[in-house]
């Protein structure tokens, strides 16, 4: 018989013995809220990159649908003789592309730079155009955008693009002109046309006018938003470094002289 095979049996059998110096597997309590908080770092570092990146995307976007709605307004004035979007004082607007339409609007002779998309049914047709005129948004329904759901919270209204439309290129540059008040409305309330402009890089046509509605930014003037200038370029600018708005020398303008739509010289200045 071998002694030592007896002895390492023993040895084997033998019950294991606790040691106090071993790690457990797993994590301690400690450990698990280091790790935690480690995590809770890196989120915190990682949202505003995601975030910075989701806005840079949309601005692309926002960017390259401006340029396709460039080549909608060329095929506009192409078909109007020259002229920029323009519609008499005492117009009704359509706020669908049925035809009759659910309903109309008459704004007043300004509303055109809210409702300047109602112009464009024939040339740029809705079902087709209107969703590039807006930018991505829950509250807008995806089917049919420019219908809003009667009691709904959402922002925006029938027929109404994210875009804004410059009050500079649907009236004669004179009302943003030094001088005395202008009483004569028709002379001054009539069309412009593109080769009026005499800075067309510089002088934007449309802008994204609910870039705080989406965003809730907490300065409307400092934000840059998707603008289309004349020439059909599309960049991004902030309303608050443009060119110093004129007021409107209009008799009884309502509102005030605003950066953009009231570009000093009108048709003849520049925004940027």
Known sequence: MNPWSTKES????????????????????????????ILAILIGLLIPVLSSAKESAAEVVGLSNLRQTGAA????????????????EGSAFRLSPELPPRSVIQPGYWGLSHYWSSLFHEVAPWPKWFEIWTFPDPRRPDYQP???????????????????????????????????????????????????????????????GEYCVRTRCEDPLRVNRAMLFVDGHA????LGDAIEPAPPRLEYFEGQARPVLDTTGGAYGRDY
Not at 235 to 238: G, N, P, Q, R, Y
């Open 10 to 37: 023993a040895i084997h059998s033998s019950p294991r013995h606790y040691n106090p110096h071993q790690r457990r597997a797993g994590f301690t309590l400690v450990e698990a809220l280091v790790a935690i908080g």
């Open 235 to 238: 960049a991004a600018h902030a």
């Open 73 to 88: 307004w060329q095929l506009y004035t192409d078909e109007y003789g020259g002229s920029m979007p323009w519609a008499p």
């Open 146 to 208: 420019w219908a809003i759901d009667e009691g709904s919270e959402s922002p925006f209204s029938d027929g109404v693009t994210s875009l804004v439309y410059s009050r500079a290129l649907f009236a004669r540059p004179e009302i943003w002109a030094t001088g005395d008040l202008i009483t004569d409305r028709d002379s001054v309330l009539r069309a412009v046309r593109k080769s009026e402009v005499r800075f067309p890089s510089s002088k934007v046509s449309l802008y994204d």
